[in-house]
Structures are given as C-alpha cells and as structure tokens.
C-alpha cells in the first residue's frame, strides 16, 4: 500500500511568494494532520482534519497560513506571502482514528523561504 | 510548563546496552501514547504503542507507562548503531483527537 504521499519534496522560494503544499494520505484514514518541524520549536501540530472537516487550527500560526481538504484523499497548506522564519519542514499525516490510532507520516516537505 | 516532556539529550550508550527514555506528560485523560523513531532527515515512523498500565514488549523494544504518575518509558535492550536516532514521545487525548509530541531524545550508540 502507498503511504502519505506529499509533494514537492523541496521548494525553495523568494519571500512574499505564495506557497502550496500538497499532501494525499492513506486511502480508509479519516483523520488528517498538519505539522511543521524545526530545530528550535520541534514538531508543532498546525492543523488536522477529521472527515474532511477541519477541527483544530489552533496551532496555525497566523492568517499567511491556510488548509484545505476538499476531498478524503486531497490536502494543501499554503502559505501567502510566504517569509523566512516559515522555512521549515512540513509534514502530513494520517490515521485511520484519531486518537486511538498511530499517524502515519509524509516524507515531508523542506521549505526555504530566502 | 510543556504538555509533554522528554529527558534532555544527547544521550549515549555502547553498543549493546540498555537504551532509557522517558516522557512525561501533564494532561491526565490522556489514553494513547506512541513512541516514534525519526532518522536524521527523515519522517517519524511508530515503533511502539501503548494504551494500558504496564510494560509492553516488542523485540528488543519495551514500552512502560504508569498512568498515575503520568508517566511513559522506552527500553531499547541490546542497542545498536542502528538505534542511533532521535525518538519522540507522543500522547493523545483521545476526546480531543490530536497528539503532543516532545521535542524528542537523540540516542547515539557507539560502536
């Protein structure tokens, strides 16, 4: 079975430039997670899904971010304007139960914001 | 204070010995906690799971957890190279459906 699938791998971009990152997770999971990683602040949760529906955005750091799920096996995050401090990497997730089952993780996106 | 802490690394150990980590978390209802393996530029991947009090053993890797003191280990036994990762403990409300993962240990086994 094909694992949560995120694309680009890497994207390098100039600041103020708007940025889209695209995330199909495994077919049957439910729950769909956002996350961002970095030295300083680990792995943050920015937002996930459950049925499509959006549940938590609490962790979205400001209006620049955005997520959508318009279908079961379709996400994105994007960011506009995209600035430096956003360099990171950004994972996708999925589960089938939230809360009870493991995430099963992307293989991330590496953003460089210059 | 963070929902979830591990013991601050870098921790080293010989090959072949006993690897500790440890996680402590601070939301009392939570239920499910994880243990995950992430390799230098790679993704998380689970290596084990735990819902009950007590020890879970999987292969050379047990997982502890005590509910009461709030509180969750990871033994890795017979440690290898190959063990040299960071590893990130994750709990989860299960009402809340979302997971609060450490800032993880960074285990180096020398050979």
């Known amino acids: 079975d094909a694992g949560v699938i995120q694309s680009p791998r890497h994207e390098v971009t100039e600041m103020g430039q708007e940025v889209t990152l695209r995330c199909k997770p495994i077919?049957?999971?439910?729950?769909l997670f956002w996350y961002r990683q970095t030295m300083m602040r680990g792995l943050e949760l920015l937002i996930y899904?459950?049925?499509?529906?959006?549940?938590?955005d609490s962790g979205m750091p400001e209006d620049r971010f955005s997520a959508k799920m318009p279908n079961a096996s379709f996400s994105t995050l994007k960011i506009q304007p995209s600035e430096p401090r956003d360099s990171a990497v950004y994972f996708c997730?999925?589960?089938?139960?939230?809360?009870?089952?493991?995430?099963?993780f992307g293989d991330g996106t590496r953003l460089s914001i210059l | 204070q963070k929902e979830v802490e591990q013991n601050s690394g870098p921790l080293s150990v010989p090959e072949g010995a006993i690897a500790s980590l440890n996680c402590t978390y601070s939301?009392?209802?939570?239920?499910?906690f994880f243990w995950y393996r992430q390799y230098s530029g790679k993704s998380p991947e689970l290596i084990m799971s735990i819902y009950s009090n007590g020890d879970k053993e999987d292969g050379r890797f047990t997982a502890q957890l005590n509910k009461a003191s709030q509180y969750v280990s990871l033994l890795i036994r017979d440690s290898q190279p190959s063990d040299s990762a960071t590893y990130l403990c994750a709990v989860v409300n299960t009402n809340a459906g979302k997971s609060t993962f450490g800032d993880g240990t960074t285990l180096t086994v020398k050979p």
């Open positions: 077919s049957g999971h439910n729950s």
């Open positions: 997730a999925s589960t089938m139960t939230a809360g009870s089952q493991p995430q099963h």
């Open positions: 899904f459950n049925n499509n529906v959006p549940i938590d």
């Open positions: 939301d009392r209802v939570s239920q499910s």
